[in-house]
Structure formats: structure tokens, C-alpha cells
């Protein structure tokens, strides 16, 4: 591997997901929007904004056990400096989980009030989870409603239609497919997603994203990436390329003759920063 290549993926059509989640949204009361804690930024769907309107919204970090802590309390910060009610979580383990009701509530009192005038007290809240691929929804359903309900495995594009799912006695849950925006403006946005793992792994250059990747960390957390891969000295002025050649000859991922396999060091590269192994990262800084 002797340079780099740009990175070429797209992120497919999803008009037929967004289509159905804007027909379905006059049918709750609440919004559920959940960001990955790494990436808070890029992973909010601009077209929410506008899809969701004046409803009541409550956004959950999620992979806040993935995240610098110091940097989710920056992003929690801001929200609510912006009147966003907010909560760091890790779906997937359920931390952070009992503020999701309460919160709720709060974001819709207004509604409830509305409720109880017209006789209706008691009326479940009816909640839209909204999100990226990959981003933790079905997690948060399965959290919330108790077992394995709603189908989550950590790949994007898995939840593919939408569902119902009752949460105790005062909510019910809408899971919906995790929705991309059909172009990104800003070409650093498509490779957080993808270092992530919004973006299947399928459309994009694998040896090029971890080769990206590196030299995000490389410049961010350099300590964390030299001692997960036993990496001395400087890293300042390697690029990604060469950093991936010497995980691969750390790690012993060599092909027949002795040259390095990059497409494995670069699959394994992807696979520990996406479970933390790394590291707790985050790649976008609140007021940055």
C-alpha cells in the first residue's frame, strides 16, 4: 500500500423511508431523535429539523460509553443552553436509560395538560425514535419495552419497516429505519458516519476510511492510538497509510512474500475504534 486513495462511497436513496416516517409522524405526539455521542453533529439528519416541526423532542447521546465523557458534557451543555432537553445513554447496556420517561414527560406537558382538560388523562404518549443507521434505536426499543423486541445488530439498514412497541403504562414507541440525507455538503460529515458505522461498509474503501481514520486520531488522540497498537515515538508526520502498515507489522498481518496485509489491519483498525477498543473518542467538539 504505498499511497492513499480518496475515499469513495455513497450513502443510497432513501426517499421511501423518509416518505413513510413524514406520513407516520401525524400520528405521534413526541420525537425521540438519538445522535451518536462520537459524532453528535454529523449524525443529525438536517431533514429532521423540518420533518419533526414543533413537536416535543428529546435527544438521547447515545454510545456515550464509546464517547470522551468530557466532550458528551460539553454537547449536553449546549443543548441545553439551546432549550433541548437532553441525556447521554448507552442503549445497548440501558445506563442513562431512567431519564428517558421523565424527560419525556417534560417535553410534552404541554400536551398531557391538553389531555386532562378534554377528559383524556391517562392517554399514552406516543413516541417516534429517529436516528441515523446504526445508531442505536432498536436498542433503545428493546431497553425501554424489556426483551428483545425490535431487531438491532450493530450494522445499519436492519430495521427496515415501521412498529409499535408499548413502554409500561404511559408510552408507546415508534421504531422507524434509520434515514441518511440523500447528499452531504460537507465531505468530513459521509466519513464520520462511516468511521462509525452508519454507512454499511460495503459502499465504502475500507483501506482508505481506516487509513482516514488514523489520521483523525493521529492528530486527536495520538497517546490512545499509540499504546492500543504499541505504536513508539512521534506520530505527528506519518500518514494514515503508514500507520496502517505498521499496525499490520505489529499485529503480524502479513501476506505471503512478507507484505503486509493492509485490508485486514484496515478491517481490524475499523472494527476496534467502532467498539471502543481504541479508546473513548469523540471526533466532534461542542462550539467547535
Not at 5 to 18: L, N, T, V
Not at 45 to 54: E, K
Not at 76 to 91: P, T
Not at 228 to 248: A, F, N, P, Q
Request: glycine content about 12%; overall charge positive; hydrophobic content about 40%.
Amino acid at each position: 500500500m504505498s499511497e492513499e486513495r480518496p475515499i469513495q462511497w455513497f450513502p443510497g436513496h432513501m426517499a421511501k423511508s423518509r416518505r413513510e416516517i413524514e406520513k407516520n409522524l401525524r400520528l405521534v405526539d413526541a420525537v425521540a431523535e438519538i445522535l451518536d455521542a462520537r459524532i453528535p453533529q454529523s449524525s443529525r439528519n438536517p431533514d429532521l429539523d423540518r420533518m419533526v416541526g414543533d413537536r416535543p423532542r428529546v435527544v438521547l447521546l447515545n454510545k456515550a460509553d464509546l464517547a470522551d465523557p468530557a466532550h458528551t458534557r460539553g454537547w449536553l451543555e449546549r443543548f441545553s443552553e439551546r432549550g433541548v432537553s437532553a441525556a447521554a445513554v448507552d442503549c445497548r447496556g440501558g445506563k442513562g436509560l431512567e431519564r428517558f420517561q421523565p424527560l419525556m414527560e417534560t417535553a410534552a406537558a404541554g400536551r398531557i395538560e391538553r389531555w386532562k382538560q378534554k377528559g383524556m388523562a391517562g392517554r399514552r404518549i406516543r413516541v417516534m425514535v429517529l436516528g441515523v443507521p446504526n445508531v442505536g434505536k432498536s436498542s433503545l426499543i428493546n431497553r425501554l419495552a424489556g426483551g428483545s423486541r425490535a431487531a438491532a445488530e450493530d450494522r445499519p439498514g436492519v430495521t427496515r419497516s415501521l412498529g409499535w412497541f408499548p413502554v409500561g403504562k404511559k408510552f408507546e414507541i415508534l421504531d422507524t429505519p434509520g434515514v441518511l440525507w440523500p447528499k452531504f455538503e460537507d465531505p468530513a460529515v459521509g466519513e464520520k458516519l462511516a468511521f462509525t458505522g452508519a454507512v454499511r461498509d460495503e459502499v465504502v474503501d475500507a483501506e482508505a476510511l481506516a487509513c482516514r481514520l488514523l489520521e483523525v486520531l493521529r492528530d486527536g488522540y495520538a497517546r490512545e492510538l499509540g499504546r492500543r497498537y504499541r505504536l513508539e515515538g512521534d506520530l505527528s508526520g506519518l500518514r494514515g497509510c503508514e500507520l496502517l502498515e505498521k499496525i499490520g507489522a505489529k499485529r503480524g498481518m502479513l501476506l505471503r512474500g512478507g507484505e503486509i496485509d493492509t485490508v485486514r489491519a484496515a478491517a481490524a483498525v475499523l472494527d476496534e475504534f467502532r467498539a471502543g477498543k481504541i479508546g473513548r473518542i469523540t471526533l466532534e467538539r461542542a462550539g467547535a
